[in-house]
């Protein structure tokens, strides 16, 4: 039995787009839920993972742009000339509403033109929190965002079993749906299909297939961190006396970027205020967090108990910690990106200040430090009150994501706002 769609925060943005634009592209990781969201507003379906279909294709390429609209390709990198059809079409006068395309990857071979100005291209991320139905929002990121300095208020019982449970349980639809005792199964599932069958799809033929698999889980105790390439490329080749050249291990992270399973946090860079030296480095992210809890052997009740530790190098502190992180960076993306708005990080060269989230519309700043604390004290904030110091009136707001219970603002102005009482 289908499971019924879960309403999905971009859905707005997306039904926005479609009404005023010829073509939209929904790019994503693989069972995100780009082809439940637009198989809602599709009249004609071409899906180029079905070999029939393909056949279709290749015989009479001019199919994928007849029929009544809106037209719906999905994953339509497997046939990358159809990213050029539908610009094409575009250019030949193409209504509002006609094309959906999604993608899970980015085409590596075959290049297309860019589609500038005809396809614009819309993210989908796993579920947030909010859209889990996991919280209860009381906070807004935009009416912090929007500056003002708002009451805030709010009580909820989310604990830090919950949020250990919401890590390991995926923002993908598919497997939360699942039952709890095969969702590790359906998570090495996924991401053996990563390592196995959809980097070769992406014409790359990877000859050390563990080695990817390595890098990732590497890359996955690093989460949260902004430790270097270098770092991890050591940690996924240790004992080897031989390692993998660099330019190797950058054509993984490429390649697992372009599938959006890769999902940096840019360093953010400020423009016309005070700060200056600031690193440039991402903070590394996966798509989901669960994905990075099960490539580590990390299970909701090992995280709480503290099991398995960091990596010495790789990260600091416990690893709920960083994946806790990483659950409301992936909450403040996608809030973020409904406001119209772009998320970063910041940290200062000589790496003595860091604020783990910088949103950022229209010149107006939200500052988000993410800890692991109930109750926040003056020194898990005062990364805030020395940006805020530098800032002025550049900076709409200053907040702590915490797992405590109460929404309030503390005696210097910061917005102190459990994660689960955040939302878009």
């Known amino acids: 039995m289908d499971q019924p769609y879960q309403p999905r925060i971009v859905d707005d943005q997306f039904d926005r787009l ?14 995100v839920g780009k082809t439940s969201t637009a198989l ?3 009249c004609t379906i071409h899906d180029l993972d079905d070999p029939e279909t393909m056949a279709l294709v290749e015989a009479d390429p001019g199919r994928l742009v007849r029929g009544d609209a809106p037209i719906f390709i999905d994953e339509w990198q497997r046939y990358p000339p159809s990213w050029d059809l539908v610009r094409r079409a575009v250019d030949r006068g193409a209504g509002p509403g006609t094309f959906v395309l999604a993608g899970s990857a980015s085409p590596q071979t075959a290049p297309t033109h860019s589609g500038a ?9 796993p579920m947030s929190m909010f859209e889990r139905g996991a919280a209860s929002p009381s906070v807004s990121l935009a009416q912090l965002l929007a500056g003002g300095r708002p009451d805030i208020g709010g009580e909820t019982d989310t604990t830090l079993d919950h949020y250990a449970s919401e890590i390991a349980a995926s923002g993908f639809p598919g497997m939360r749906s699942a039952n709890s005792a095969v969702r590790p199964n359906l998570l090495d599932g996924y991401l053996d299909r990563v390592t196995d069958h959809d980097l070769l799809l992406m014409g790359h033929r990877v000859r050390r297939p563990g080695l990817v698999r390595r890098w990732l889980t590497a890359y996955a105790a690093a989460t949260s961190t902004a430790t270097s390439y270098e770092t991890i490329r050591d940690a996924a080749t240790g004992g080897e006396s031989a390692k993998p050249a660099k330019t190797t291990t950058t054509v993984y992270r490429d390649l697992l970027e372009a599938m959006w399973l890769v999902d940096p946090l840019p360093a953010w860079w400020p423009l016309g205020n005070p700060l200056s030296r600031l690193k440039r480095g991402p903070k590394h992210h996966l798509a989901d967090p669960a994905l990075a809890a099960r490539l580590v052997g990390a ?48 940290r200062t060269w000589n790496d003595d200040r860091e604020i783990d989230l910088i949103v950022e519309k229209d010149r107006r700043l ?12 003056r020194e898990d904030t005062a990364h805030l009150r020395w940006l ?22 503390d005696r210097d102005g910061i917005a102190v706002v459990p994660a689960a009482l955040l939302g878009p």
């Open 117 to 125: 100005g005809r396809i614009v291209t819309l993210r989908m991320r």
């Open 18 to 31: 479609l009404g005023g634009l010829p073509a939209v592209c929904i790019e994503g990781p693989r069972a």
């Open 40 to 42: 809602r507003r599709a």
């Open 299 to 346: 299970t909701a009740s090992g995280l709480v108990s503290g099991s398995p530790a960091t990596p010495r190098g790789l990260g600091a502190g416990p690893l709920v910690g960083a994946l806790f992180e990483s659950l409301v960076t992936l909450d403040v993306r996608v809030y973020a990106q409904a406001a119209g708005a772009s998320a970063g990080h910041l």
């Open 366 to 377: 939200l500052a988000i430090e993410v800890k692991l604390a109930t109750t926040p004290n």
């Open 388 to 409: 805020a110091d530098r800032l002025g009136d550049d900076l709409a707001d200053a907040t702590i994501v915490t797992t405590g219970r109460h929404a309030y603002r």
